[in-house]
């Protein structure tokens, strides 16, 4: 519920990736540092700050309709054949805004909800890492069930962050280029456009914040370090009681989630941002993942056998 959008994502996407967070907690947390290294201060100016949000397109000459599928786009669209969508790179920096009086603004909020969860998310999982004290550690160690939410916490931090920091975008916004020009001659028809290209004109500053990207970089590589230190602090990987089993994939849960959970990330930021070679991507990516889903379930199986058992564990000490 608090995982950071893409711009224009529509509920689909929103809910695949609520998903994969779920299973893969650090889907959400690479997606939450990618949209702060490319967030720019508040200052900027609403172009310059949708532009690094990923938050415009312009038309192109190209058969698919990926983008469309899957993003928003801000106003009435009708496209000709042999045209479609893509978002614009930071270095195609050369556009200024239409006049002050324009109807069509760019709009953009900050998720006040979704911090306001992350908030209760972080609130219930330290709870929860609390209690794995005592006898959890004692019956299964470093496998104790209690320190899987580890990375649903850093999740939570970051993407509070994340949503205090990076403005969200409900829709993609059309930029007038001379391909939006032609598809126009070829039929097409663009209502709702927000800027127009401007030839000769560029702007120097294109590459993302060094602050920001630091910033990112700094969450991400604490995030993935965060369980290890809790777990050697508080068992010293002590295996307790536990099985083979147990450990297995609870550790697998987690190192295979952070390098797939990451991975994932990158690949929606490249297929779904950037318009790579989206349809063979994502069946690399859907076949990747397979793996990663398939230990996040065994961790979910395995939790749910250690509660049952710690529950009647309990109620035979009372």
């Not at 609520?18 to 201060?41: E, H, R």
Request: proline content about 5%; aromatic content about 12%.
């Amino acid at each position: 519920m608090t995982v950071v959008g893409f711009p224009g994502e529509r509920e689909p996407i929103s809910l695949m990736w609520a998903t994969l967070a779920l299973l893969l907690p650090y889907s959400g947390i690479g997606k939450a540092c990618i949209s702060i290294a490319f967030s720019v201060p508040r200052k900027r100016g609403p172009l310059k700050r949708a532009l690094y949000a990923g938050a415009l397109c312009e038309v192109v000459e190209r058969d698919s309709k990926f983008l469309l599928k899957t993003r928003k786009i801000h106003g009435r669209v009708s496209l000709p054949p042999g045209y479609t969508f893509r978002a614009i790179a930071m270095t195609d920096l050369s556009f200024i805004e239409f006049e002050a009086t324009s109807f069509h603004k760019i709009s953009c909020s900050q998720s006040h909800l979704k911090s306001c969860i992350a908030i209760c998310q972080l609130l219930f999982s330290c709870f929860t890492l609390y209690h794995a004290r005592g006898n959890q550690i004692e019956l299964y160690g470093y496998a104790a069930f209690g320190f899987t939410v580890v990375p649903y916490a850093v999740m939570s931090i970051v993407n509070l962050i994340a949503n205090l920091l990076v403005p969200h975008y409900p829709t993609l916004y059309m930029v007038r280029t001379p391909t939006m020009d032609q598809a126009e001659e070829a039929g097409g028809q663009f209502e709702g456009v927000v800027a127009v290209q401007a030839h000769n004109i560029r702007n120097p500053e294109v590459a993302p914040s060094p602050v920001l990207l630091l910033f990112s970089w700094f969450l991400l590589l604490l995030g993935i370090v965060t369980p290890y230190i809790i777990l050697t602090l508080m068992t010293n990987f002590d295996a307790g009681e536990s099985t083979r089993a147990q450990r297995s994939w609870t550790m697998a849960w987690l190192v295979v989630g952070e390098v797939y959970g990451l991975l994932a990330s990158v690949a929606g930021w490249f297929f779904w941002l950037e318009e790579a070679d989206t349809d063979s991507g994502l069946r690399v990516s859907g076949l990747l993942l397979l793996g990663a889903v398939a230990a996040a379930v065994g961790g979910f199986v395995v939790v749910g056998q250690m509660l049952i058992v710690h529950g009647q564990c309990s109620s035979t000490a009372l």
